[in-house]
């Protein structure tokens, strides 16, 4: 008898230990806002060294930064919801805003004037953060623009004023002169290199005049002229040798192979401009004018901090946000980061590269609108992974674009019913 | 004698090449790590590096909490090998000494329980843990995996083996069963032991997903999650990347050193008679 | 020889509370959550939205999926192989290693096994390294020496070449140390006697070692197959499943439809699906090696 109580007691403590995992109380009004962040460089760092002043000022909140890998952040914010316990911020893409735009806190409810607060903020920022009710559910932070990066030495060694030629060129213009830049720099190999990103490819679609989605966004539509045009368009660059197959087919990393020097061009975006600064030594490098099929365009695109349906510390994650959002910080936090700031009124004067800033603000000033709208919607974010694979059969040669899109759009549609 | 001469040396010369294969890729990422950034893309590539620098070693200790994650891995592979010993050996001795019904309906399940992937249960483990309040907490990947049924299976293979007068000679002494569990059995039992500490330290330190799951809170990380943190949305930060898994290895290695005498035996033992 | 029991309280009970800890830990973290998962295949449900019972809807669905069958076939083929080449690269470093009549033994024995050490991301990392078209330290070498790269993760078939040899490279020290000991108790007197009889190495090499191996034999197979068929991030980190779906294995495919397309009912019906077959071929092994679990 003795021996089973002795053991019953073992399991007991055990498990005590394992009910311990105790919740920490908050007392008075000193409050700890969670915040989910994940890092492309040290954006957090960043953030913490703006937001310094309003920590100072407002010494009863303490912030506990949580940092999640990338690649996880979407599926464990989606964990955190669905278990009741979402974070009080959180910083989000708009890949993650059409995931989880439905569970989070509008900002309508926390301000005054919300149409005041929305014209702070760059119109595409503004049509990302708005869900199905109209409502504004995020902050814009800094946004993002999709573009072309050249390796300037290249092209001078060509002879080539890449300025003056990118002015307003085509690809098929493209094509030509960058034969001759590839030609001229033994060591080089191909033209482009385009990230292995649905969203980056998704900036060649919309060049050559084609969507994902119907013009309300209530259905697929991949099967359209312009996005076949664009998909045969890759595949030929693909088997001309423009483009190395590493990237789509093997998942190598084009930033690297831009940074080696095996790359005329990398289709990237304004993010690139800090790890290129730091990285790249041996040539010159700046930002030129994308060119075009039927229009030019980039894709929009952009990070944002909000706050959920049943946070626990709503009213000061808030504050924080607008605060963050202001000005001052939107500029400061811009400027360090490297990136676009999403108000409209930030005056972002950059410690270099601002040649490069002026030429990806001008790419997003001519996308048309309904990018954003494609690029916010929950139903496609479900579909973009499919998208991705289906180019890649076509890139393999299995299948041919027109099978391809309607396969997408086959796929699309169970989401939109 | 000169056909044994001959058919050594070529045994030494194809174990050499074989180890090196197996080596090399190690040691690149080792010696990468103490490379700078801009060198690790630079064509030609170069496996020495050509200008040593510690730079990435102190940028990634200093960036943020790694002393944290480091002795939350630590933490958590120790307490969790000392668990997973205790249960697996408990259960294993259960399944090799005792006739009782259902025993082999047990181990069946058990076994079959191995061909379970992870991510197949994340959901409904995730919902489990929450209902228990283990979420973000690092018993929440301590406590889980600690009835791993390979741990079971080799201690029930090996202690098979231990001969039963022992225990009836003590049975008959008016021995109790708890007591002849620790006093006997656990003595006779280093190699096993030793075994399954090893495996779930390495385990355990090598988790993956189970921390993704169940932990948020930064200051509760593991090491591989910090090392998945360093790929971002758009860029992945090799540099800090390379030296915090330099770092990583050389724990499971010490273990793995310091135990290894048993090892060996232990697994014999636990895996020859079946 | 097996204990038996005297019907006695103690011995009834304490089995029980011996394993009742593992039970616990083992039933409420893993028995009930994949018990969830089975009732979650008969549902349409997406992380915010309510489950939908659909009854079979999934496995209809499922029978018609070509990607599915794609990455069905590549999980056979990844794993035949893979389990294949690793017993026979596995066994071949045993062999070279058990007799512990060469300097050095021991530390060879650890040089193999550091692979098995390393977490899959590292080993995924390390390999992207040496593996890559343009960047890749061997394609780099063969250029250097005039020839011209070698497309390992970018051609179809070489991409599955190349994560079945990485899959081996990291995995075959933790057998060969599991084969080395089987070998080691093998009585030394059999081999004597095959000598004086004048049996040549390959005879007692068939007639004696592989027989009296095969219990470790099949432990190893076992595991390496159920290894196999649960690989993920080494495949994430170094093909992400391509070029297109030449790498995906059924795994990638759950974790892929289960969060990126937000249909976790299908997601469990693929892995039930996965779970039938890991069960088929471990029966197989079984029944192929003459040999069932000793059970008694």
């Known amino acids: 008898m003795k021996k089973i109580l002795g053991i019953l007691l073992i399991l007991v403590l055990v498990s005590t230990t394992v009910f311990a995992a105790g919740t920490k109380e908050e007392t008075g009004k000193d409050v700890t806002l969670s915040v989910l962040w994940f890092n492309d460089a040290n954006e957090d760092e960043i953030f913490l060294n703006t937001i310094d002043d309003y920590l100072q000022a407002n010494p009863h909140v303490k912030l506990d930064m949580q940092i999640v890998a990338y690649s996880e952040y979407d599926q464990k914010l989606k964990l955190m919801i669905s278990g009741g316990n979402p974070p009080d911020v959180a910083r989000i893409t708009t890949n993650t805003l059409s995931v989880v735009v439905d569970s989070l806190e509008p900002i309508d409810n926390h301000v005054a004037d919300i149409e005041a607060v929305k014209a702070q903020f760059l119109p595409s920022m503004v049509a990302f953060a708005s869900n199905t009710k109209g409502e504004f559910v995020a902050y814009p932070t800094e946004a993002t623009a999709n573009g072309m990066l050249i390796n300037k030495s290249a092209f001078d060694k060509a002879g080539i004023d890449v300025d003056e030629v990118s002015k307003d060129w085509t690809w098929s213009e493209w094509e030509s002169i960058v034969k001759q830049v590839v030609a001229a720099n033994p060591e080089m190999k191909y033209g482009l290199t385009v990230d292995f990103t649905p969203h980056r490819f998704s900036t060649l679609m919309y060049q050559f005049g084609g969507h994902f989605l119907n013009k309300d966004q209530s259905n697929m539509e991949f099967n359209n002229p312009g996005t076949i045009a664009a998909i045969k368009w890759f595949k030929h660059v693909h088997d001309a040798g423009l483009v190395p197959k590493s990237v789509w087919l093997g998942s190598e990393n084009p930033a690297e192979l831009f940074q080696a020097g095996l790359v005329a061009g990398h289709i990237g975006g304004s993010w690139n401009i800090n790890t290129y600064n730091k990285n790249v030594t041996d040539f010159e490098w700046k930002a030129v004018r994308m060119p075009k099929a039927e229009i030019n365009s980039s894709v929009p695109g952009g990070k944002f901090i909000a706050s959920f349906k049943g946070s626990k510390n709503q009213e000061e994650a808030f504050k924080l946000m607008e605060a963050f959002a202001d000005k001052a910080h939107n500029e400061m936090y811009s400027r360090d980061t490297f990136n676009i700031p999403s108000r409209v009124d930030a005056q972002v004067t950059y410690p270099s590269n601002s040649d490069d800033f002026e030429v990806f603000l001008e790419e997003l000033k001519v996308t048309p609108a309904f990018t954003a709208n494609e690029w916010k919607n929950t139903n496609l974010s479900k579909v973009t992974t499919y998208i991705r694979e289906q180019i890649v059969e076509v890139l393999l040669g299995n299948i041919s674009a027109e099978e391809a899109v309607t396969n997408v759009d086959k796929k699309g549609a169970t989401y939109f019913k | ?274 | ?296």
Not at chain 2, 228 to 255: K, R
Not at chain 2, 261 to 267: L, P, V, W
Not at chain 3, 287 to 293: L, P
């Open chain 3, 1 to 296: 020889m097996k204990q038996h029991t005297k019907g006695n309280f103690h011995q009834t009970a304490a089995p029980l509370l011996f394993l009742l800890p593992n039970i616990l830990i083992f039933g409420l973290f893993i028995i009930v959550p994949a018990i969830q998962g089975l009732r979650m295949s008969f549902t349409e449900w997406g992380v915010f939205t309510t489950p939908r019972f659909i009854g079979f809807a999934n496995f209809v669905e499922l029978a018609q999926d070509t990607v599915f069958w794609k990455t069905f076939s590549n999980t056979i083929v990844y794993s035949l192989f893979t389990v294949s080449l690793i017993m026979v690269y596995a066994l071949a470093l045993a062999l070279l290693l058990y007799k512990n009549t060469i300097k050095g033994e021991k530390i060879f024995r650890s040089l193999f096994y550091i692979p098995s050490l390393l977490s899959m991301i590292t080993v995924g990392i390390a390999w992207r390294f040496i593996l890559g078209d343009e960047m890749g330290i061997i394609n780099y070498l063969l250029r250097q020496s005039g020839g011209s790269g070698i497309p390992w993760l970018t051609d179809g078939n070489l991409a599955m070449v190349s994560i079945i040899g990485v899959s081996i490279w990291a995995q075959a020290g933790y057998y060969m140390i599991i084969l080395i000991a089987g070998l080691q108790a093998i009585p030394l007197e059999l081999y004597e006697a095959a000598t004086i009889d004048g049996a040549s190495t390959t005879k007692t090499f068939t007639a004696i070692t592989l027989p009296l191996l095969r219990s470790t034999l099949l432990v190893v197979m076992v595991l390496s197959t159920i290894a196999s068929f649960k690989a993920y991030e080494l495949i994430s980190v170094m093909t992400k499943g391509g070029p297109g779906y030449a790498t995906k294995l059924i795994v990638q495919q759950v974790y892929q439809v289960a969060f990126l397309e937000d249909r976790m009912g299908y997601a469990s019906a693929m892995s039930i699906v996965l779970m039938l077959i890991i069960s088929i071929f471990t029966l197989v092994q079984f029944k192929f090696t003459g040999k069932e679990q000793d059970y008694e």
């Open chain 2, 1 to 274: 004698m000169n056909k044994q001469k001959v058919y050594n040396t070529i045994h030494y010369v194809l174990l050499i090449v074989l180890a090196l294969a197996t080596l090399l890729p190690v040691l690149w990422v080792v010696l990468s790590s103490f490379k700078p950034q801009s060198e690790l893309f630079r064509v030609p590539l170069t496996f020495l590096p050509q200008k040593w620098t510690l730079q990435n070693y102190v940028s990634s200790l200093q960036a943020g909490n790694f002393p944290v994650y480091f002795s939350n891995t630590v933490f958590v592979a120790v307490v969790s090998t000392f668990i997973t010993v205790m249960v697996n050996l408990m259960a294993g001795y259960a399944l090799a000494k005792y006739i009782f019904k259902g025993r082999n309906l047990i181990f069946t399940i058990m076994i079959a329980t191995l061909m379970i992937p992870l991510q197949v249960i994340m959901i409904p483990i995730f919902l489990q843990l929450k209902n228990f309040g283990m979420l973000n907490s690092l018993w929440g990947i301590i406590i889980p995996p600690a009835a791993t049924p390979t741990g079971v299976f080799l201690a029930r293979q090996y202690l098979v083996n231990l001969p039963d007068s022992l225990i009836e000679a003590a049975r008959i002494d008016g021995a109790k069963e708890y007591s002849i569990f620790f006093r006997i059995i656990l003595p006779m039992s280093k190699p096993i032991v030793a075994t399954i500490a090893i495996f779930s330290f390495m385990w355990r330190w090598n988790d993956y997903l189970w921390p993704l799951i169940v932990i948020t809170d930064n200051k509760k990380q593991t090491i591989q999650q910090a090392l998945a943190n360093f790929v971002g949305q758009l860029q992945i930060n090799w540099s800090d990347l390379l030296a915090m898994t330099t770092i990583a290895i050389i724990p499971v290695i010490i273990v793995f050193l310091a135990f290894q005498r048993f090892f060996f035996s232990g697994i014999a033992a636990g895996s020859v008679k079946g």
